[in-house]
């Protein structure tokens, strides 16, 4: 039963062993332990332990050490011995993160291969063990982490905090282009996870911390901050990663509303969060309220709503394993819970804080299509905010006919072509991202003729006069329209005004 969860070891790696952590990442990554082979091994979409037992049969190095660290079965010695050349096994057994048993080993921890270059060990996924997560199971970079990490604002030399940091994957990445970073978490055997990913990775500017929320960094201000907190809303207090013990949403309001206290002027805090609300038409009420007059701009995102049912069932899925509790049960627990708070709906997104003090700050929300998916959104974020902030102070039409826009990188225009008189004639276009939030919007022929314009050369007045010439009507006939769409592609990143103090920060 999941009420029987335990708490395994708060310090399984001993790390005062003399081992090089170092010779390992480099020995996972000759041995083709990659991203690129357990996508191979991934890429039928099943998880189920025979099948993927079979997919690794070939008893490569690579297929070996995802048995070893994915699957969390016992190879033979000889086997791993192979397989982790020229590491000493007694050495990684002496460190905790092997164990032997008669002629197998087996792993303690599970490794995954993230972003390219990074390792992180973590605990084995309840998918391949059978068994219940313990109390303080430490997560793998899952699909939560893997957005919040997309969609992060990575600006060079900065100092940052990873809030609830679990195994550490957010700080890391963070460490690539901040000057420092502290990790906080409650959870002393996340933070051994943590320490022991720093030596794997080779990465000395990341000081781990444990405590609750923000109380390690108490009167600190950070440059970045990000979260990805407990965020399930639950009537239990069972694991540490999913929940926080508080009634409803309260830990995503805490540490939202608590947020802007660490920001230093300027500085981005990025939250993970899940919210309850009784219908779609007050979706982003309650969020706000959390940090109105905050001394922020706020972009409230919301990625998808889901019903109670579903919503529980996924959560209480996770963690219970293939042979876990009765989930009936418990699910029927969890829907007298949310019924007794008036849930009726839960939705799921970020919220995005700049701090930016002495001025009337803007709030923005939105809701991305439900196909969306996450990419490196860092500078389409920076441009964003940009544009928001220009739009702020050009409210009026006059200044903002007098700009001069060009077209943002990592983005395409498809055409529309009809055949018309033996030639092809282009009768509309798309334009979308290629990168970051995937915002696309048609286009009509004259558009994309104003668009094609915008190179920095000349003002929008000066293009939509073009456009009116040819298209034989008055300015002020094409000026309203024309006006809309250019804020509209503004607020999706699609345009800058490279010479405007607004967009200074981006050249940087």
Not at 140 to 163: C, F, I, N, Y
Not at 240 to 248: E, F, I
Not at 293 to 311: E, N
């Amino acid at each position: 039963m999941a009420s029987d969860s335990r708490n395994r070891s708060d310090t399984p790696f001993r790390l005062k062993r003399a081992v090089d952590l170092r010779r390992l990442r480099d020995i996972l990554s000759a041995a083709g332990f990659t991203q690129a082979a357990l996508g191979e091994v991934a890429k039928h979409g099943l998880t189920d332990l025979p099948v993927l037992m079979r997919l690794t049969a070939a008893g490569s190095p690579a297929h070996n050490l995802i048995r070893l660290f994915k699957l969390a079965q016992p190879v033979p010695l000889a086997v791993a011995r192979a397989a982790l050349a020229p590491m000493d096994l007694a050495d990684l057994i002496d460190l905790g993160l092997l164990r032997q048993i008669g002629p197998n080993v087996i792993a303690e921890a599970a490794l995954s291969p993230e972003n390219g270059d990074l390792y992180l060990a973590h605990d084995f996924d309840s998918t391949y063990t059978g068994e219940a997560a313990d109390a303080n199971h430490v997560l793998e970079a899952g699909p939560s982490s893997q957005t919040l990490a997309a969609l992060t604002v990575r600006r060079k030399g900065e100092h940052a905090l990873d809030l609830c940091a679990g195994a550490g994957i957010q700080s890391m990445l963070a460490a690539k282009h901040c000057a420092e970073v502290v990790a906080t978490d409650i959870n002393r055997r996340a933070l051994n996870f943590g320490e022991f990913n720093l030596r794997l990775n080779g990465i000395s500017n990341i000081e781990l911390r444990q405590g609750t929320l923000y109380e390690p960094v108490a009167g600190d201000r950070f440059d970045l901050v990000v979260a990805n907190p407990p965020y399930i809303v639950s009537p239990d207090a069972r694991y540490v990663y999913r929940d926080s013990g508080l009634p409803g949403d309260t830990i995503c309001e805490k540490v939202i509303r608590e947020a802007p206290a660490h920001l230093s002027e300027g500085g981005y805090c990025e939250v993970l969060f899940n919210w309850h609300h009784r219908g779609e038409e007050d979706w982003s009420e309650r969020p706000l309220k959390w940090i109105a007059g905050c001394g922020c701009d706020i972009w409230l995102l919301r990625f998808g709503t889901q019903p109670p049912a579903p919503y529980a069932f996924r959560w209480l899925r996770h963690g219970e394993g293939r042979n876990g509790a009765n989930l009936d049960q418990l699910l029927d627990q969890w829907l007298a819970y949310y019924e007794d708070l008036g849930i009726s709906l839960f939705s799921f997104g970020l919220v995005i804080l700049r701090r930016r003090s002495g001025h009337s700050n803007w709030i923005r929300t939105d809701t991305l299509r439900p196909e969306w998916t996450a990419a490196n959104c860092s500078d389409q974020i920076l441009r964003i905010f940009a544009a928001q902030d220009f739009l702020e102070e050009l409210a009026g039409d006059e200044g903002f006919l007098d700009q001069r826009f060009v077209l943002a990188p990592d983005h395409e225009m498809r055409h529309t072509l009809r055949a018309e008189n033996g030639k092809w004639i282009v009768t509309s276009a798309t334009l979308r991202q290629t990168g970051g939030f995937e915002f696309a919007g048609n286009l009509d022929v004259n558009v994309v003729s104003l668009l094609s314009g915008c190179d920095g050369s000349r003002t929008l007045r000066e293009l939509l006069a073009e456009l009116a010439r040819g298209l034989r009507v008055d300015f002020n006939v094409v000026a309203p329209v024309g006006l809309e769409i250019m804020r509209s592609l503004m607020r999706s990143g699609f345009l800058v005004v490279p010479n405007h103090r607004s967009f200074a920060a981006l050249k940087n």
